[in-house]
């Protein structure tokens, strides 16, 4: 899985590098274009953020669980 996270994260860098133009034009028109920006900037953690933590977790780092304490 984080193969495929990691390839689509790529992808969607890509992309949004290769289509400044685009990016430019329509994401500052203002208006119902305002929600792409934040439409994107959602797709992107959502997919950057997956491929990471499956990274990490194919490495084998796990985040530090608290213990309980009791009294």
Known sequence: MAII????????YVGL??????VN???TKGGMYAFLPIAT??????V??????NF???LGVEASKKKKEVK
């Open 48 to 53: 950057h953020g997956n491929f990471t933590g």
């Open 5 to 12: 996270l990691g390839i689509l994260s790529l992808g969607l």
């Open 56 to 58: 990490w977790t194919l």
């Open 17 to 22: 590098l290769r289509q400044q133009e685009f």
């Open 25 to 27: 034009t329509y994401f």
């Open 41 to 46: 900037a959602f797709i992107f953690s959502f």
